[in-house]
């Protein structure tokens, strides 16, 4: 239901958002049975579970995708089982992490008891993915709730139906049982708002959960989740991923509908976002993009590409070529990061079957000047009047993008043509980088021999720490581009391994601010952290991607270390 205390209704923004907190809260206390109080919260939070879960809760909840559905079509774990499972952990990650805008037990257990009932009569799952719970970011609208964005302002906002991706996903048999939490102005790779506060990550508090969508990533990585729902302009998606140590997607732009969520700016067309999975699993990102694809959104969403989902086998009688980009060249990672890198170079290096060869990065910091320039075509205008019609304060890292960001300005028709030629111009120049990589040209002009993923870093570092997050180059840089890119986790910030100090002499400010962060709190100040890395392809080869992600994972045998 609509809120009632909001800024029409004459109420302040720090009412507002007390109302908004308190409703959450009211949601979790329909819990049943309730989850105890939490008088510490630990540095690291997921040995949480284990304290108040029950065993059966614990094994359902840690059931990876493709081995849960089986279950649940056969009959053998009931929607419902299931679905509370899901309840009480996400519940108990709101308590570690803040991470949670309400959950929706009520309307889930509802949808879940039907599903288990047409099972029971038609002798079959009702679609591909029958009975499972998956969570969805705020901003994606579901029918008659709250869709605020992230604004205060925005509060009392409610969808009057449910987003095309979601009508989908709910044929296919979802259930939809909790909303999770986004930053001011959806343009963090943190996420913090003045509604609901800080996202921490579950694995070091003193971390972010990333952003824009990282109440799903601490959701997920605390196994509240095993499938959800992001957005992605900038890294929204793959910096959660990446940073609570869990499978994340950004698809290339126009394969998965888009209808449905809010936003300013809608109708921008210079720096389109995309929709995606996150997961406990790479199979369970596969499937969210497939079964949508299955359903041909493209005829609800024309301005989707009509293509299916590409069954080929992109390898077949040859090795896959992977080209390792070990630094942007504007912001140096720090040492867990080049580390990780290094160990999954070394064991695909031993591998018959894949070649590795070097990326030199091409004009990164030109990238970051052209999408920073493309993301407020109106000079930040529409973003700085949801934030300051409420009274509310603009957060740190709001700030650092518009009113912070020199390439921040307030186009014209003529100046966002211009730029968006120059985009264009650099699409063109990496492909030709791209282009040259291949070792020999077909009888038919085609491109023989040319690399087929990049592998990369997702940051200059892990999780960063709070209101730390401010370059996104190694994300952005392929928004700019629109190629699909899937991050996927490794290993974890070592104190030992990756306690040795190493000298960098600092290239920029942005460089010098991230090594002075490593200096200040050390591997120590990143303990437990997740460290991930990103597999990126060329524009519309998202199941190349996909498959090669498959092949390296059972090349190199990542990730090196259990997360839960």
Same mark, same amino acid.
């Given at each position: 239901?609509?809120?009632?205390?909001?800024?029409?209704?004459?109420?302040?923004?720090?009412?507002?958002?007390?109302?908004?907190?308190?409703?959450?809260?009211?949601?979790?206390?329909?819990?049943?049975?309730?989850?105890?109080?939490?008088?510490?919260?630990?540095?690291?939070?997921?040995?949480?579970?284990?304290?108040?879960?029950?065993?059966?809760?614990?094994?359902?909840?840690?059931?990876?995708?493709?081995?849960?559905?089986?279950?649940?079509?056969?009959?053998?774990?009931?929607?419902?089982?299931?679905?509370?499972?899901?309840?009480?952990?996400?519940?108990?990650?709101?308590?570690?992490?803040?991470?949670?805008?309400?959950?929706?037990?009520?309307?889930?257990?509802?949808?879940?008891?039907?599903?288990?009932?047409?099972?029971?009569?038609?002798?079959?799952?009702?679609?591909?993915?029958?009975?499972?719970?998956?969570?969805?970011?705020?901003?994606?609208?579901?029918?008659?709730?709250?869709?605020?964005?992230?604004?205060?302002?925005?509060?009392?906002?409610?969808?009057?139906?449910?987003?095309?991706?979601?009508?989908?996903?709910?044929?296919?048999?979802?259930?939809?049982?909790?909303?999770?939490?986004?930053?001011?102005?959806?343009?963090?790779?943190?996420?913090?708002?003045?509604?609901?506060?800080?996202?921490?990550?579950?694995?070091?508090?003193?971390?972010?959960?990333?952003?824009?969508?990282?109440?799903?990533?601490?959701?997920?990585?605390?196994?509240?989740?095993?499938?959800?729902?992001?957005?992605?302009?900038?890294?929204?998606?793959?910096?959660?991923?990446?940073?609570?140590?869990?499978?994340?997607?950004?698809?290339?732009?126009?394969?998965?509908?888009?209808?449905?969520?809010?936003?300013?700016?809608?109708?921008?067309?210079?720096?389109?976002?995309?929709?995606?999975?996150?997961?406990?699993?790479?199979?369970?990102?596969?499937?969210?993009?497939?079964?949508?694809?299955?359903?041909?959104?493209?005829?609800?969403?024309?301005?989707?590409?009509?293509?299916?989902?590409?069954?080929?086998?992109?390898?077949?009688?040859?090795?896959?070529?992977?080209?390792?980009?070990?630094?942007?060249?504007?912001?140096?990672?720090?040492?867990?990061? #080049?580390? $990780?890198?290094?160990?999954?170079?070394?064991? &695909?290096? /031993?591998?018959?079957? @894949?070649?590795?060869?070097?990326?030199? +990065?091409?004009?990164?910091?030109?990238?970051?000047?052209?999408?920073?320039?493309?993301?407020?075509?109106?000079?930040?205008?529409?973003?700085?009047?949801?934030?300051?019609?409420?009274?509310?304060?603009?957060?740190?890292?709001?700030?650092?993008?518009?009113?912070?960001?020199?390439?921040?300005?307030?186009?014209?028709?003529?100046?966002?043509?211009?730029?968006?030629?120059?985009?264009?111009?650099?699409?063109?120049?990496?492909?030709?980088?791209?282009?040259? #990589?291949? $070792?020999?040209?077909?009888?038919?002009?085609? &491109?023989? /021999?040319?690399?087929? @993923?990049?592998?990369?870093?997702?940051? +200059?570092?892990?999780?960063?720490?709070?209101?730390?997050?401010?370059?996104?180059?190694?994300?952005?840089?392929?928004?700019?581009?629109?190629?699909?890119?899937?991050?996927?986790?490794?290993?974890?910030?070592?104190?030992?391994?990756?306690?040795?100090?190493?000298?960098?002499?600092?290239?920029?400010?942005?460089?010098?601010?991230?090594?002075?962060?490593?200096?200040?709190?050390?591997?120590?100040?990143?303990?437990?952290?997740?460290?991930?890395?990103?597999?990126?392809?060329?524009?519309?080869?998202?199941?190349?991607?996909?498959?090669?992600?498959?092949?390296?994972?059972?090349?190199?045998?990542? +990730?090196?270390?259990?997360?839960?």
């Amino acid at each position: 239901m609509a809120a009632t205390v909001t800024i029409s209704s004459g109420a302040t923004w720090q009412e507002v958002a007390l109302d908004r907190q308190k409703h959450r809260d009211a949601t979790l206390s329909l819990l049943d049975p309730p989850l105890p109080s939490i008088d510490t919260i630990p540095l690291n939070t997921t040995p949480l579970a284990k304290q108040i879960l029950t065993a059966e809760e614990i094994k359902i909840t840690e059931t990876l995708v493709e081995d849960l559905l089986p279950q649940l079509a056969r009959g053998e774990l009931s929607s419902v089982t299931v679905t509370k499972a899901f309840l009480r952990r996400a519940g108990l990650a709101q308590k570690a992490t803040n991470c949670i805008t309400e959950l929706l037990p009520q309307r889930a257990l509802e949808h879940a008891a039907y599903l288990d009932t047409y099972l029971a009569e038609h002798k079959k799952p009702l679609g591909p993915l029958h009975g499972l719970p998956i969570s969805v970011k705020e901003h994606i609208g579901m029918k008659g709730l709250d869709w605020n964005a992230g604004f205060v302002a925005w509060v009392g906002k409610v969808a009057e139906k449910d987003a095309h991706i979601l009508r989908i996903l709910w044929e296919a048999g979802a259930v939809f049982y909790v909303r999770s939490t986004q930053p001011q102005s959806l343009m963090h790779l943190e996420t913090s708002s003045n509604l609901y506060g800080v996202t921490t990550n579950p694995y070091n508090t003193t971390l972010t959960a990333g952003g824009s969508s990282g109440g799903e990533g601490a959701l997920v990585g605390f196994r509240g989740s095993c499938l959800g729902i992001g957005t992605d302009i900038g890294g929204s998606i793959r910096s959660p991923a990446a940073n609570n140590g869990v499978y994340g997607m950004k698809p290339t732009s126009g394969r998965l509908p888009m209808k449905g969520l809010t936003a300013t700016q809608e109708g921008e067309e210079q720096i389109v976002p995309t929709i995606g999975p996150l997961s406990t699993s790479l199979e369970g990102c596969k499937l969210f993009i497939k079964t949508i694809i299955d359903a041909k959104p493209w005829y609800r969403e024309p301005s989707l590409l009509p293509f299916p989902w590409k069954e080929e086998d992109f390898f077949k009688g040859r090795k896959l070529k992977v080209a390792v980009l070990w630094d942007d060249g504007v912001v140096k990672p720090h040492p867990p990061v #080049t580390r $990780t890198l290094k160990q999954v170079v070394d064991k &695909l290096r /031993g591998s018959s079957n @894949v070649e590795i060869v070097e990326w030199k +990065p091409y004009k990164h910091d030109l990238a970051w000047e052209l999408i920073a320039n493309l993301y407020f075509s109106d000079g930040g205008a529409e973003e700085a009047e949801a934030i300051n019609s409420s009274g509310e304060p603009w957060r740190p890292l709001t700030k650092h993008i518009i009113t912070s960001n020199p390439h921040c300005q307030s186009h014209t028709i003529s100046s966002v043509w211009a730029a968006t030629i120059k985009r264009d111009d650099y699409r063109s120049e990496y492909a030709e980088l791209w282009n040259s #990589t291949a $070792t020999s040209v077909g009888s038919r002009s085609e &491109l023989e /021999g040319m690399v087929d @993923v990049i592998l990369s870093p997702v940051g +200059p570092g892990a999780a960063p720490k709070i209101d730390t997050a401010k370059w996104w180059g190694y994300t952005s840089q392929w928004n700019l581009l629109d190629y699909p890119a899937l991050v996927f986790p490794v290993d974890r910030v070592d104190v030992v391994k990756d306690g040795e100090k190493v000298v960098h002499e600092r290239r920029n400010e942005r460089d010098k601010e991230n090594w002075e962060l490593w200096e200040k709190y050390g591997a120590e100040g990143w303990k437990d952290a997740p460290v991930s890395l990103q597999l990126i392809g060329r524009r519309y080869e998202d199941e190349k991607v996909i498959q090669a992600l498959e092949i390296l994972k059972k090349e190199a045998g990542f +990730p090196f270390v259990d997360y839960i």
